[in-house]
């Protein structure tokens, strides 16, 4: 059974950095396809960046493009996101999903594994 475990959420400052990590287990992460998502109160889901799993195919969403850096490593089976610049409109629950179905990029509907999420809050 595949889980998936956010972590390094909090409460910071516009302009701040953070990095969110994200571990999976249960099944092979090599294998893996890996993306963040994030959701706002109030808003609909929206796709934030994905690598696939040689990690030589990567995509950012237009929002954070610049700013926010995916990255994975495979030796503790876990994936970041290294957030910088940070702006109250990046306040939201993050969300790292995984797909063995091939490269799922910004479409959530071809993420088959969700972790419970870690909320993001960025004061101005």
């Known amino acids: 059974q595949v889980q998936l475990r956010e972590s390094g959420g909090g409460l910071v400052q516009a302009g701040d950095s953070l990095r969110l990590s994200c571990e999976l287990s249960g099944r092979s992460f090599s294998d893996a396809d890996m993306g963040w998502f994030r959701r706002a109160p109030g808003k609909e889901r929206e796709d934030v960046a994905a690598?696939?799993?040689?990690?030589?195919?990567?995509y950012y969403a237009d929002a954070v493009d610049g700013r926010f850096t995916i990255s994975r490593d495979g030796a503790k089976n876990t994936v970041y996101l290294q957030m910088s610049h940070l702006k109250p409109e990046d306040s939201a629950t993050y969300y790292c999903?995984?797909?063995?179905?091939?490269?799922?990029?910004?479409?959530?509907?071809?993420?088959?594994?969700w972790g419970p999420g870690t909320q993001v809050t960025v004061s101005p």
């Open positions: 999903a995984a797909t063995y179905r091939g490269w799922g990029g910004a479409r959530a509907d071809l993420y088959d594994y």
């Open positions: 690598i696939s799993r040689s990690g030589v195919t990567i």
